[in-house]
């Protein structure tokens, strides 16, 4: 199993250009929260709470950090903190009236065609070509960034 820093490390390698990487800073987290709120929307009959019913989503994050502690028991801290605010802001949304997944649907989008334009500006392809493992490091690498900027090992 490859390294944390050697993925970040390979993730890196075609996230050079200053516009790609801000594009990345909006579009990834998008798509991870647009993602997570698709599958908030799907319900297994169990209420935590009074107004809080067990999702897909929960258990998908469950397996996710998991993933992360794998790799680095630190960013895996970073990632469950961002994963449980994409929760809340998708309770939040439903509870607001709105139509969670019409929102998330058009936010994966969106968010996508960001992440292509930048990597067209960038002039590498998307690093998920390559390895579809990459998905989940995107999120890890701007994570990388935060503990870099926190003084933070991970």
């Known amino acids: 199993m490859k390294s944390i820093q050697t993925w970040l490390s ?3 390698e075609s996230h050079q250009n200053p516009t790609n990487k801000l594009v990345h800073w909006i579009c990834v ?3 991870f929260f647009s993602i997570v709120g698709l599958f908030y929307g799907i319900k297994l009959g169990y209420r935590i709470t ?4 067990l999702n897909v989503a929960m258990v998908l994050l469950a397996l996710v950090v998991a993933y992360y502690v794998r790799l680095s028991p630190m960013l895996s801290v970073g990632m469950l903190l961002f994963s ?3 929760l809340f802001v998708a309770q ?3 509870a607001s009236g709105l139509v969670l997944w019409q ?13 292509f334009w930048g990597h067209k500006v960038e002039g590498k392809k998307p690093s998920f070509l390559k390895d579809i493992q990459f998905l989940m490091i995107g999120p890890a690498w701007l994570m990388s960034f935060v503990y870099t900027r926190l003084g933070l090992r991970y």
């Open 92 to 94: 939040q949304i439903e």
């Open 84 to 86: 449980v605010l994409c």
């Open 29 to 31: 987290p998008t798509i």
């Open 103 to 115: 929102v998330c649907l058009g936010l994966f989008v969106a968010a996508w065609i960001g992440q």
């Open 50 to 53: 009074p107004t809080l019913e």
């Open 10 to 12: 390979e993730y890196g």
